[in-house]
């Protein structure tokens, strides 16, 4: 079991054509993910060459989910083209649409997400890595030389390198789904949601959330645990050293006064129950033990 991508998820990839598009798409098909065809309506018609698989490229996402079945799109387009993209995908009526796109303008944003709602649309991102179910498919930049295999552990993370971390440092147990929300301020899928779903998973039997400075979506997911979950949580919140007032790394991390700090992250979630890591490394050794 996995939560929203499988080995029968059928991937679309806007921008397939483009540099970025290009090269994780070839990573993409290599890790086993089933990508069936690319959307650049100046290249449709087109087939694109990737090792031992030939992929068409398609005019729109309409026609691509007409020819394919496909119910995922991961889009690699420039900011300024990504609103459209997700609408045009929405529109078309995929299920899932994975924006990987960095730098889109926060009033795109929060226009293409609930635009994307209103279709029934689930949105990963922006500015994420997207999400990985190993041994089933690989929709993003999510390396998959990091070897981790199918196992019991969900992780949901806002942060791209330190879900690769975790993934590296815990690749031996392995993992149902990896998902990287992106830490941009408006995002699609929130840590609530894959709380949810990964609690109605079978086969998810601990949970890792990682956060960071900023915001309070963390606290806001430190409360449903309190109320929904029932399966352990190990926390790690990066950002202890962030100088107040700082905008670190991602767009949404920033700290004003004692809000969105780590320290009243890690307070809010071990209230929840959640034992939470100093580091990393410490956070992987808790997830182990809670396992043993």
Avoid: W
Wanted: one cysteine or more; charged letters at 20%.
């Amino acid at each position: 079991m996995a939560i929203y991508l499988t080995k029968e998820s059928k991937v679309l990839v806007q921008g397939m054509t483009g540099a970025e598009g290009m090269k994780h798409t070839r990573r993409m098909l290599a890790a086993g993910t089933d990508v069936v065809g690319g959307v650049n309506p100046r290249k449709a018609g087109r087939v694109v060459d990737f090792d031992d698989r030939t992929v068409p490229v398609f005019a729109a996402v309409s026609e691509a989910m007409a020819a394919t079945a496909a119910d995922v799109t991961i889009i690699f387009v420039p900011p300024p083209f990504a609103k459209a993209a997700v609408i045009e995908a929405a529109d078309a009526g995929i299920g899932l649409a994975v924006v990987i796109t960095e730098g889109v303008p926060v009033h795109d944003a929060v226009a293409f997400h609930a635009y994307a709602k209103t279709r029934g649309t689930r949105i990963i991102g922006p500015n994420c890595p997207g999400l990985i179910s190993p041994g089933q498919s690989n929709a993003g930049i999510i390396p998959a030389d990091i070897a981790t295999k199918p196992g019991r552990i969900g992780l949901v993370s806002k942060s791209g390198t330190l879900t690769y971390q975790l993934m590296y440092e815990l690749r031996e147990t392995g993992f149902t789904t990896a998902v990287g929300i992106g830490g941009d301020p408006v995002i699609g899928t929130t840590h609530i949601d894959c709380l949810a779903a990964f609690e109605d998973d079978p086969d998810t039997e601990l949970i890792i959330l990682i956060g960071e400075i900023g915001g309070d979506a963390e606290e806001r997911a430190a409360a449903y645990i309190s109320s929904h979950i029932t399966k352990p949580v190990i926390g790690y919140i990066a950002g202890f050293t962030a100088p107040e007032g700082k905008t670190m790394g991602h767009a949404g991390a920033i700290v004003s006064g004692s809000s969105g700090t780590a320290e009243a992250k890690k307070q809010a979630l071990e209230a929840a129950g959640v034992r939470v890591g100093s580091t990393p490394s410490e956070t992987a050794l808790l997830a182990l033990s809670q396992l043993a």
